[in-house]
């Protein structure tokens, strides 16, 4: 199993996109259990009908039985091709850099994502403003999905949500980062399936539009768009503390589509990517 973090710093310093494997430095490697389930399929023929026997005292009269004749098999129709997801070639371009690798721990060098239909988040604490975000965000998020849909819990999760001060960031945590006010760490298997995900966002000392930003920022990055880009300030996956956006940009939905479109998956390298495209 392979591990990843991002965050989002309080302040504007160099370095604040820190890549390489700063998070679990030392720390033996998490090996995944792989567990294979073997299901046998059979089917039994019916039974062929017992022959019918026929008496009779004077000359039998034997009416014979044809089978049916054996329908002619269809020529088989070939398969349509599938049709490649569309996106423009900026969003392709800010699709190959925000959704491969992380901020810190290991990079995988492929895609990381959820393969399930439903990824389940349950919310500690927060305010009822915060809690207001976060379901926005969910409701943006799986509008823009095809393949799987976020979806509110409050037993055990997919993804663990925690609003919280900062002091108290490491106990929930412990490979926080510091200088984050908001913070992901995620696993994922030998395949690039995100298996689990904490996500950490600061609940005191900044504002409410500051706080809902890293909301849409940390959750989204949960769903495997975990790279920062210093391309676009309008993005959420902007790499600077500020303008910090509460909303998705065009380039944003674009990204979000394509990686749940149904057509990528887990492992998936950036050659694929471009293979399975139609740059529009």
């Known amino acids: 199993m392979r591990i990843g973090a991002a965050g989002t710093a309080r302040t504007l310093p160099e370095g604040h996109s820190i890549m390489g494997s700063a998070v679990g430095k030392g720390t033996p490697p998490i090996l995944p259990i792989l567990l294979g389930l073997c299901v046998l399929l059979t089917a039994c023929d019916s039974p062929g009908g017992d022959a019918a026997n026929a008496t009779a005292s004077s000359p039998a009269v034997i009416t014979p039985t044809t089978s049916p004749a054996a329908s002619p098999t269809p020529s088989a129709t070939p398969s349509p091709a599938p049709v490649k997801p569309r996106i423009s070639k900026a969003g392709l371009a800010h699709f ?23 990824v389940t988040v349950r919310v500690h604490g927060g305010a009822a403003k915060s809690r207001s975000c976060v379901n926005k ?9 095809a393949a799987t849909d976020l979806k509110l819990t409050k037993s055990a999760a997919d993804i663990e949500l925690h609003f919280a001060p900062v002091s108290e960031f490491r106990s929930i945590e412990p490979k ?4 984050n006010d908001g913070f992901l760490y995620y696993h994922w298997s030998d395949r690039g399936a995100l298996t689990d995900a ?3 966002i600061r609940s005191t000392g900044i504002s409410e539009t500051i706080r809902c930003h890293l909301i849409r920022e940390e959750l989204t990055r949960a769903m495997g768009m975990a790279k920062d880009s210093g391309k676009y300030p309008n993005s959420i996956f902007y790499d600077e503390y500020y303008p910090a956006p509460t909303r998705y940009s065009s380039l944003d939905k674009e990204v979000i589509r394509l990686l749940y479109s149904g057509a990528v998956h887990p492992g998936d390298d950036k050659k694929t990517i471009k293979r399975m495209v139609t740059v529009k």
């Open 176 to 179: 926080y980062v510091s200088g």
């Open 96 to 118: 190959l850099a925000v959704a491969f690798d992380t901020e810190y721990g290991d990079d995988a060098g492929v895609i990381t994502m959820w393969e399930k239909p439903e």
């Open 198 to 200: 904490n996500v950490m």
């Open 137 to 145: 965000v969910i409701a943006d998020f799986n509008a823009l999905s």
